[in-house]
Structure formats: structure tokens, C-alpha cells
């Protein structure tokens, strides 16, 4: 997209979110080193965010559905309307985002989006935007290799990634507002997709030398059991209300479905050609599945899926990109 679009996008991201609090960064504080398969336990200390979980005002927008969507260059969250493919773009988020890849939204429609790091600095974070806000809340730092974050319904947030380019994958777990770890587990080497059931359980998708799974864990990162499930490099991952495991194997540009309890998919959807498949979104309705793709496409499909689903074009962005969200 040439320049000038670019920059009047980002104008029209003021106008379209005219109105927004000011924000507070959680403190910056060395990274906890915490015993390996702890289960979770408050830490003393950490700033509480006041936006953390203030009500959001009430926008004109404040009803309307959004679709968010990663651009690694520039590095922005590209927003647009959830009313159908091929929308023009509608606003843009670039304060505190580098490099992003897994994106997630809450149930207040907050969105929370995974920063990978540069090399060179060697820290990533997750960064936390109310609807409405071009602007981060909350940001929860030093999290190593950031790729993908989630928030639950019981006040935790969850980060999956790396241990700082170390190959070591692992998921941390915060109290929500709190930039101090409580709890974490390794896995694999790289963690990508994490999804939570209606049970609080809590799904990790991972890689490992030669294929990856899955694996589950009970509250506080504990418990934990792998499934058995073998996928070729996995990235996003969701669990519907009936138990259902929605995952991507990239490696195959193809999105799997496991019945609850299930070692081979009961369906599967390829998509080739669009570059990598990449991260899952649904709304909280079930009837429409979104996966983005590293080549810069987002695609849409009707839930449950089929034999027989097409999957759409939905959205087309200029630069390659991991994420993909979408409003409850």
C-alpha cells in the first residue's frame, strides 16, 4: 500500500477511535526465574494496571464487529469491518506493536497481540489494547520469543513462544494486569496455537524435533497431558463449545478437526497456494471459521466445517503476516 493510503488509514484510526483513555504501562521488571512445571501461585509485587479491567466507555462504534489483522511490515494491527470480504481498511494500530504475530481478543473485546523481537534486543512482549484504543493498556514484557497470547475467563493471561531464541518452547502464565510470571512449562521446542475449552482446560500446541502435538493442562499450568495427536508444524489452534479441536498444520496449509478424545481429524480443509497457513479466529457464535496465511490473505469458511467446504477470500493485506483476530 503506498504511503499516503498508509498514513491516512492511521488518521482515520483517531477519528474512529476519537475519544480513548490514556493508557499505563505494567512496570518493566526482570524477567522471574521460576522452577520449570510450576503450578501457579501469586508473586509478591507488580504494578496493577487502572485500565486493566475499567469498564470501556461507551463508543458510537462500541457495537461493531472488527477483524484485526497482523502486518509484520510496517509493523501495525491492520482493523477492519466484520460485514463481509473485501471491506476497505478502517483503522490501524501501530503504538507498541513490533513485529507481531499471534493475535487474540477478550471477552470485553480487548485485543491482545504477541511481539516477537528483534535479535537484537532479544525480548518480546504482549501488549493489550480496549476496544477502541489505538494505544496499549497493559503490557506484559520480556516474555522471550512471543508468538501467541490468549486471556481467559478467570483472570489469567497466557503466552506462548520461546525461551529467548534458545529453541526451548514454553508457555507462561499472569494474573491479568500483573507483568510478573506466576507459572510455566516447557514444551517442545517452539509452543504456537493456545485455546482454552469450556472445562478451563487449557490446549498447547508445540513443535518437537521431528513433528508436534498437543498437549493439556489443568489450572495453573498443571496436569499436564499430551494428547498424542501428531501435526506438522501446528501454529493456530482453537476448541469449540462441543470439545472439538480446530488446529493448522502449516507445513500442509491445512486446518484439522479432532473430536474430543480423538488421535486422526474427522475432517480437514486445504487451502494451498496463499503461503502458510498460519493463525484460527471464531466468534463466539460458531458459524464462521478465519485463518490467516503468512503470505498475506485471510480466508473465511462456514462452521462446522465439511467434506465438502469451500473457504472464501476474505481479506488481501500488502505485507506477509501470522495473525488474525476477531471480535466475540
Not at 37 to 51: N, T, W
Not at 82 to 102: A, F, K, M
Not at 253 to 262: E, K, L, Q, T
Not at 267 to 279: C, D, F, H, K, S
Amino acid at each position: 500500500m503506498a504511503y499516503f493510503a498508509r498514513l491516512a488509514l492511521i488518521i482515520g484510526a483517531a477519528a474512529l477511535f476519537a475519544g480513548c483513555s490514556g493508557s499505563q504501562q505494567v512496570g518493566q521488571t526482570a524477567f522471574p526465574q521460576l522452577q520449570w512445571d510450576a503450578a501457579s501461585s501469586p508473586l509478591p509485587g507488580g504494578a496493577m494496571s487502572p485500565l486493566a479491567s475499567f469498564p470501556l466507555p461507551p463508543y458510537p462504534q462500541s457495537s461493531q464487529p472488527l477483524l484485526y489483522v497482523a502486518n509484520d511490515y510496517p509493523s501495525s494491527i491492520d482493523i477492519f469491518p466484520l460485514t463481509g470480504p473485501n471491506q476497505p481498511q478502517i483503522g490501524s494500530i501501530t503504538n507498541g506493536v513490533d513485529r507481531p504475530l499471534g493475535l487474540s481478543v477478550d471477552s470485553k473485546k480487548s485485543l491482545y497481540v504477541a511481539n516477537e523481537p528483534h535479535l537484537s534486543y532479544g525480548w518480546g512482549s504482549v501488549t493489550v489494547y480496549p476496544y477502541g484504543s489505538t494505544s496499549p493498556s497493559v503490557t506484559y514484557s520480556k516474555v522471550g520469543r512471543a508468538l501467541y497470547p490468549l486471556a481467559d475467563s478467570t483472570g489469567h493471561v497466557f503466552v506462548s513462544g520461546q525461551n529467548n531464541w534458545a529453541g526451548e518452547g514454553h508457555v507462561l502464565e499472569f494474573n491479568a494486569g500483573h507483568n510478573h510470571v506466576i507459572a510455566q512449562q516447557r514444551l517442545g521446542s517452539e509452543t504456537d496455537g493456545i485455546a482454552e475449552d469450556g472445562q478451563g482446560n487449557l490446549y498447547v500446541a508445540y513443535r518437537g524435533k521431528v513433528s508436534g502435538s498437543i498437549a493439556e493442562f489443568g489450572p495453573g499450568l498443571t496436569h499436564k497431558r499430551h494428547l498424542g495427536i501428531r501435526i506438522d508444524q501446528p501454529q493456530g489452534l482453537l476448541v469449540d463449545t462441543a470439545g472439538n479441536i480446530i488446529v493448522v498444520e502449516s507445513a500442509a496449509d491445512r486446518i484439522d478437526v479432532f473430536p474430543p478424545g480423538a488421535k486422526t481429524p474427522s475432517v480437514t480443509v486445504t487451502i494451498p497456494g496463499i503461503g502458510n497457513l498460519a493463525e484460527l479466529a471464531m466468534q463466539s457464535s460458531e458459524t464462521t471459521l478465519w485463518v490467516s496465511s503468512e503470505g498475506g490473505f485471510v480466508y473465511s469458511m462456514p462452521y462446522p466445517l465439511t467434506a465438502s467446504t469451500v473457504p472464501t477470500e476474505y481479506e488481501q493485506i500488502s505485507a506477509g503476516f501470522n495473525g488474525v483476530a476477531v471480535t466475540p
